[in-house]
């Protein structure tokens, strides 16, 4: 394992002229702040939609955060739901119906004034079968969300949404539901233009049609080249926005982000986790515009559970505890992620976590042959499908060489682009998925959730009664710390029969410009750009003093 860690890294960096591109300064690269109010995001992969009801991803999320208001939005320090479109709330007695106070002030870019019948409206279409939407669960919170998601039901206005009045808006849940509020800021909750929907069908999201009531709105989108947001001035809250352009790039090449960055041509290098390539972390630590900061996130392999011999849990649990992960983060990442065994970050406030299953490849072979196959005799031929990144491809051939080496079975590697490879994963067409999941909600049920049906986001397939049930139990119990032990047990559950095996927790890993300020550093990693700006007067003195 250690030969194998030095020998990639002195490849990767004797590759990359990372001694060369390095250079001496307390800042990385060239760092004048631009005069027209522009920032630029290298946003590493081109966004499937902008639809916030069709699409599930980060490089999607970092653009409609800015487009799209939500009831609330993140506290760009704490990620915690902070007033929006909805300026209060309140719930009845035991968290089972919410009430939300709207602003009366709200439009869309059309001029037409947004209203509670807006999110009515939006919240059918996402829950309705034929949207497809891989964020439907999370209206499962909603009274009767899951049985018109899954047809057991018909009747959209049966939804539990409806408008008091036009700024009143009212949601029954499906059970009393505390943390509901938490949930708020997520595109899945936001409204959509039903009027431009119906004018222009799916070309609805065209630039010259689009319609949206965010302090941005869309000027440009060229695929696999640009997206181009400006200030709306006609927002509800435009006095507060300082920037008038935002430039996404979807670059894939991390080399090529960095290469940009030291230019001055990017700013700010986004997406979730690790922006900036394994090789550069050591070299880039001491610099000021280096950020590595804890997230509240998961680095997993989703395994399809449906597929032999991946549907035998001997096999899934040989191939988790086949895995040093802790070597992975020590000597392969190195940028402040931590191994992952149980399925939920650390530090979640009360939460009794789990006992997991920890490396012993001893274990793993003798599990690898009570399952049938001694010394990896008679395992078929397993792939790693993997998205376009270029450390999730040298992280897949780390593990590709373990699997080898530790249980000797035949493991291949599959690259797709971002777009192809999430139809891959929602489809299930894969034996094993590079995966993550960046919490929605600071709760330890962002990501239990995720296996509570079978779902767009379920990609391994993989469905338990039990945890269901713990799940549905927990989340209906007022009690706060009786909640927390009921979700360990069904994270317990999860962990014993392994459809995913979590490799390590996320740390934000990034470069951005000195000048560019309000970013915030929060664990899910949201920011919404109506806080940020760019300090035109910033001099590296002056930043240096400060």
Request: with cysteine.
């Amino acid at each position: 394992m250690t030969r194998h860690f030095a020998a990639l890294a002195a490849a990767v960096a004797a590759a990359l002229g990372l001694q060369a591109c390095v250079t001496a300064g307390a800042y990385f690269g060239a760092t004048t702040p631009p005069t027209d109010k522009t920032l630029i995001v290298a946003n590493q992969s081109e966004p499937r939609s902008l639809d916030p009801h069709k699409t599930a991803g980060v490089p999607e999320a970092n653009v409609m955060l800015n487009l799209y208001d939500c009831l609330t939005t993140y506290d760009p320090q704490t990620a915690e739901p902070i007033p929006c479109i909805a300026t209060s709330w309140e719930h009845n007695a035991d968290a089972s119906v919410w009430t939300f106070h709207l602003r009366p002030e709200a439009t869309w870019t059309d001029g037409n004034p947004l209203t509670a019948e807006d999110f009515v409206y939006s919240w059918r279409r996402i829950i309705d079968p034929a949207t497809a939407s891989p964020y439907a669960n999370l209206l499962y919170y909603v009274k009767n969300g899951e049985a018109l998601n899954d047809g057991t039901a018909e009747d959209l206005a049966t939804l539990g949404v409806r408008a008091v009045d036009a700024h009143t808006l009212e949601v029954t849940m499906e059970r009393p539901t505390a943390f509901f509020v938490s949930m708020t800021p997520h595109y899945a909750f936001t409204a959509v233009p039903r009027q431009a929907i119906e004018a222009h069908g799916d070309r609805w999201l065209a630039p010259e049609n689009h319609v949206s009531r965010g302090p941005f709105r869309l000027v440009k989108r060229t695929p696999y080249d640009r997206i181009v947001i400006e200030k709306w001035d006609g927002h509800w809250d435009a006095a507060r926005v300082q920037l008038e352009r935002v430039i996404f790039l979807p670059i894939e090449d991390q080399n090529t982000a960095v290469s940009l960055y030291k230019a001055n041509e990017v700013h700010v290098l986004a997406g979730g986790g690790q922006s900036v390539p394994t090789a550069f972390v050591k070299a880039l630590r001491p610099k000021l515009d280096f950020h590595v900061e804890p997230e509240y996130g998961v680095y997993y392999y989703s395994l399809n559970v449906n597929r032999p011999p991946l549907d035998n849990k001997l096999v899934r649990r040989a191939l988790a505890m086949s895995i040093d992960k802790k070597a992975i983060c020590e000597k392969f990442l190195g940028g402040g992620q931590v191994p992952a065994w149980n399925w939920i970050p650390p530090k979640t406030p009360n939460y009794p976590y789990p006992t997991p299953l920890q490396y012993n490849p001893e274990e793993a072979r003798r599990l690898l042959a009570e399952a049938g196959y001694p010394g990896g005799q008679g395992f078929p031929k397993i792939e790693i499908f993997f998205n376009t990144l270029e450390s999730h491809r040298q992280l897949a051939e780390l593990i590709q060489n373990t699997w080898r080496r530790e249980l000797n079975i035949p493991v291949e590697l599959n690259n797709q682009e971002w777009q192809v490879y999430q139809r891959t994963r929602e489809t299930r067409q894969f034996d094993i998925a590079r995966d993550g999941w960046i919490a929605d909600y600071l709760d330890p049920n962002t990501f239990l959730d995720l296996f509570q049906a079978v779902t767009l986001n379920n990609h391994p397939g993989w469905a338990n009664a039990k945890y269901s049930k713990l799940l549905d139990r927990a989340n209906s119990d007022p009690d706060p710390l009786r909640r927390l032990s009921l979700l360990a047990e069904a994270e317990a559950i999860l962990l014993d029969e392994m459809p995913v095996i979590p490799l390590y927790y996320y740390a934000s890993v990034k470069l951005r410009k000195p000048f560019v300020e309000g970013w915030g550093d929060n664990p899910l990693d949201q920011n919404p750009l109506k806080f940020v700006s760019i300090n035109e007067a910033w001099t590296p003195e002056a930043g240096q003093a400060h």
